[in-house]
């Protein structure tokens, strides 16, 4: 078993919403207001620090990303580092997917117990945390939330059919992260580009978004009756 | 509904919160020598007040922290928002 588990980890994944990735392309396809799709395994790290600390100039300089500082600040950029503020003391980093086997799980002799990350950069990050001997918190999170793209001239206001924030862009401007919830479900909500927002839903949740946003979009994707 | 100031986040819809009950209940020092009146009391005994009351709020939805609001009852307006550290705002003896 050890040997099956040892070769292809990233190939043995499912995403959350694999199962409506087809249903997703086909209804974007049918629309040029507003486009869905999910954004799978991007690397997420909870991180619970203060950010005048010690320990956060170290976290902070092997992300290369300052800290945000106030609610809904993002620092760093979309598809490569990015922190978003969720609280005056917890952080989220979010960069691209990497699986990178760990001591431990590769099958090298070093390496007692294997770290429960597979991402090289949060791996450095646990360490640099637990090296530190301060308080704090660093945890793979990549399996907590999935990532649903939304975009399109359309995509704003299917979003406010269901997210009690005002996501006007004199309230809500580009790259402009918050923690909400668009119907009943808690969401981080993301602004990434002026008609582009990303959803990021725990993974329990995400076939249900998916589900609202699709119905959500029914008025921009529908072939209209002639 | 109600629009109550987070003091981390600011705005946000009363759906987004949960609500926690009568602020400034003070633990009991020495739980253990409460008589079960005493301890009935500190669980589950509260002003009830019509008017302003100090209360706890959680952010759920959002930054998940804690904190207080002065709020009519009787009418629902929200009279301040204060962190757990910030001092008790005066409400001119009402409380
Ligand atoms: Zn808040």
Known sequence: ?226 | MLLIECPYCGPRDETEYHYGGEAHVPYPEDPAALTDRQWGEYLFYRRNTKGLLAERWVHTAGCRKWFNVVRDTATYKVQSVYRLTDPRPSTGGAL
């Open chain 1, 1 to 226: 078993m050890v040997e099956q588990t040892g070769t292809d980890l990233a190939g043995l994944r499912r995403s959350p919403l694999a199962h409506l990735a087809e249903t997703l392309e086909q209804v974007s396809a049918g629309s040029d207001s507003v486009t869905v799709r999910e954004i799978p395994f991007l690397n997420m790290v909870g991180i619970r620090v203060d950010p005048d600390s010690a320990v956060a100039s170290t976290l902070a300089g092997i992300t290369g990303v300052g800290w945000p500082s106030a609610h809904g600040e993002v620092t760093g950029a979309v598809g490569d580092s990015a922190v978003l503020w969720l609280s005056p003391d917890e952080f989220l980093l979010v960069t691209e997917d990497a699986v990178e086997l760990p001591p431990g799980l590769d099958g090298s002799p070093d390496g007692a117990l294997p770290t429960i990350s597979t991402h090289p950069l949060t791996v450095r990050l646990v360490a640099a945390m637990a090296d530190s001997g301060q308080p704090g918190q660093v945890v793979d999170l990549s399996a907590n939330r999935t990532t649903l793209e939304i975009s399109g001239p359309h995509a704003r206001d299917v979003l406010e059919k269901g997210c009690p924030m005002d996501l006007h862009p004199r309230a809500f401007p580009v790259n402009t992260a918050v923690s909400t919830t668009l119907g009943p479900v808690q969401v981080m909500l993301w602004r990434t580009h002026e008609d582009t927002w990303r959803l990021m839903p725990r993974s329990s949740f995400a076939h249900f978004v998916a589900q609202w946003l699709l119905d959500a979009m029914t008025e921009f994707t529908a072939t209209p009756v002639s």
